[in-house]
């Protein structure tokens, strides 16, 4: 028995949900969502719900169900309401500027490291030393914090790079002197 796939989705008000076939498109006041549900999983709308169904207790169904309702679930969250993920810069000479819609990041590399936006992203940037990835994609907001931490991930040593905001670094200590 799935707890989360058997919780059925509420629509709120200004969100439709339209299911043909495997595909379910979510219209919202901030976008619109497209996803292609995995075979066995049913979804139907009933009474301004969604309801995620399995066929059967097969363990490939029982994982699909959770999931599927999870994904569902963040595709009506999002088109209401924009996910937003924020990233830190630490590091004496390392900083983040906004160049039109992409980010320039210098990271200490004989070259400033530029990214442009992905369709759907916005980035803002507070400050020299903060990114905040925003939009109503849940998947790709992750995806493109991810790929910008990958471009210089924290050490362990000094905790120069970039991490997200809510990650502890464990810190390591130097190599010890002689006596």
């Known amino acids: 028995m799935s707890r989360i796939g058997n919780k059925p989705i509420e629509i ?4 439709t949900v339209t299911v043909d076939g495997q595909k379910v498109t979510v ?3 901030k976008g619109t969502l497209e996803r292609v549900v995995t075979e066995p999983i049913k979804l139907e709308v009933k009474d301004n719900h969604v309801i995620v ?6 363990p490939l169904n029982r994982s699909l169900h ?7 679930n963040n595709m009506v969250l999002g088109t209401v309401k924009e996910f937003e993920r924020k990233l830190e810069i630490n590091g004496i000479g390392y900083r983040v500027q906004k160049k039109g819609t992409g980010i320039v990041l210098t990271l200490g ?13 916005t980035f803002d940037v507070p400050s020299q030393n903060e990114i905040i990835v925003k939009g109503i994609d849940k998947e790709l907001v992750g995806q493109t914090a991810a790929v910008i931490r990958t471009k210089r991930p924290p050490e362990v040593y ?10 502890t670094i464990r810190r390591k200590e130097g190599k010890a002197g002689k006596k």
């Not at 959770?66 to 569902?72: F, N």
């Not at 590399?109 to 992203?121: D, K, L, T």
């Open 12 to 15: 709120p008000n200004g969100v």
């Open 53 to 58: 169904t399995r066929p059967n207790d097969e």
């Open 158 to 167: 000094k905790g120069k790079g970039i991490k997200y905001a809510e990650e």
């Open 66 to 72: 959770g999931l599927t309702r999870t994904l569902v």
């Open 109 to 121: 590399y004989s070259h400033p490291v530029e990214m442009a936006a992905p369709q759907g992203i």
């Open 27 to 29: 219209k919202g006041p």
